[in-house]
């Protein structure tokens, strides 16, 4: 809890800093949207960003960026779970229009964004090197710690997946619902 107060405090004093120097402010609801992104991003995954208000379009053709794509997934989650991943970087991708298939885009770096992320917390924990603290940490390590735990007592489980700790995709899935909550 204390990761996401001391981020929500950091992001508020940056985004006071850019509203001091702004003449005048009319809307605040983008502002708003980016404070949450970047929380999200430092407690879910580790990733802190600063207010930049940064207010460019992402581009298609460029390499999105972790913030770039965890952006475009949460103000397309409907389209992604109406159409679903699948078909927005599938085939038919190129029959699409352009937002749509930057949108699948980004879903396929998001979704490379967090292996690359499980991968890195499974490594720390075999060296056995200190939590992280963000959302993917822990339940990476939780899963790790079930894991083991469940080796411990094969004899006992006979064919009981109860204690075997999250599968990758229960993983992701959880970190859909993190965001999108």
């Not at 995954?45 to 207010?55: I, L, N, P, V």
């Not at 770039?68 to 970087?89: C, Q, R, W």
């Not at 038919?92 to 992320?117: C, D, M, N």
């Amino acid at each position: 809890m204390n990761l996401v107060w001391t981020e929500c405090i950091r992001q508020a004093k940056e985004m006071l800093e850019y509203w001091k120097g702004t003449p005048d402010i009319r809307h605040t609801g983008k502002d708003v949207r980016r404070f949450s992104l970047h929380v999200l991003s430092a407690t879910g995954f580790g990733k802190s960003y600063s207010f930049d208000r940064a207010a460019e379009e992402v581009q298609q053709g460029n390499s999105l960026t972790y913030k770039d794509s965890l952006h475009l997934i949460l103000e397309n989650a409907i389209l992604i779970m109406l159409l679903g991943p699948k078909v927005l970087t599938g085939s038919l991708r190129r029959y699409l229009p352009k937002h749509w298939s930057l949108v699948g885009e980004a879903t396929s770096i998001f979704k490379s964004h967090i292996a690359k992320t499980i991968k890195e917390e499974k490594r720390l924990i075999a060296e056995g090197k200190g939590n992280t603290g963000n959302f993917i940490g822990a339940m990476v390590r939780a899963s790790e710690e079930a894991k083991a735990a469940a080796e411990e007592d094969h004899g006992k489980m006979e064919g009981r997946r109860s204690n075997m700790g999250l599968t990758e995709s229960e993983i992701f899935g959880n970190i859909f619902v993190f965001n999108f909550a």
